[in-house]
């Protein structure tokens, strides 16, 4: 029976070389992405941030460092827990599969399994009290389609227990008001920072535990879709509030 290499001395060097490369380049390369990809699943990742739904926190085109260890430990690229050691808080900003359709998706954590949770005019009330709201003096302008920009005003959102900044943006069609609902136990209520430009559990529900996959903590690398995608400096290794 033939092999499948010419026998000639031709022969005989290209499938040297064909070893060569096959224990030189592809077996280590296939290995190192053997043990990255599980561990990118299990404990650290970064994604790339393509809307401006988080807006001022998170622009687009940053790289955002996301704790995978955050709650606990997954059997690498599954939803199952090995061990837990934690839940997501009031504030957090987390990435999650949309129960729509699977797609990874950056919100902050606004509602807590078992919360009475309501808003009206873009004012939430959490447990009876109404959140409160500070004006800031800084304007965001964003591109909400091709050729159209809109000004928005900037708020602090004043949460139980942490504080950050809001996008508003008056002239854009959102859903301002909600009546009060409770969150059942084991899920999740998740809004954008960018409150009237957000796809959020306002229009797809609440969020079981088990599809937030991990914490961001902070700004890996920011580049300007805008600009040729030139760096922003000044946001790389920027924590997350």
């Not at 990809?37 to 085109?61: H, K, N």
């Amino acid at each position: 029976m033939q092999s499948g290499f010419p026998t000639t001395s031709s022969g005989r060097s290209i499938r040297r070389l064909f070893t060569v490369v096959l224990r030189g380049w592809i077996l280590p390369l296939a290995l190192a992405a053997a043990i990255t990809f599980p561990l990118r699943s299990a404990l650290a990742d970064w994604y790339q941030v393509p809307s401006g739904s988080m807006r001022p926190t998170i622009l687009e085109g940053d790289r955002i460092l996301v704790s995978n260890l955050a709650f606990g430990l997954r059997v690498p690229f599954t939803s199952t827990w090995i061990t837990r050691w934690g839940a997501p808080r009031r504030g957090d900003i987390v990435t999650l599969a949309s129960p729509v359709d699977g797609i990874r998706l950056v919100k902050r954590v606004i509602g807590l399994p078992g919360d009475h949770l309501s808003m009206v005019d873009n004012q939430l009330r959490i447990n009876g009290q109404t959140v409160a709201y500070e004006a800031e003096s800084g304007v965001d302008m964003q591109k909400v389609g091709p050729g159209r920009i809109e000004h928005s005003s900037q708020e602090k959102e004043c949460l139980p227990g942490h504080t950050h900044q809001l996008d508003l943006t008056a002239d854009l069609p959102s859903l301002r008001s909600f009546p009060e609902i409770v969150i059942p136990a084991g899920c999740y209520f998740v809004m954008g920072d960018n409150r009237d430009n957000s796809y959020d559990s306002r229009y797809f529900g609440f969020v079981r535990e088990e599809k937030i996959t991990g914490r961001a903590s902070r700004v890996g690398a920011s580049f300007d879709p805008d600009r040729y995608y030139r760096p922003r400096l000044q946001r790389w290794l920027k924590p997350l509030v």
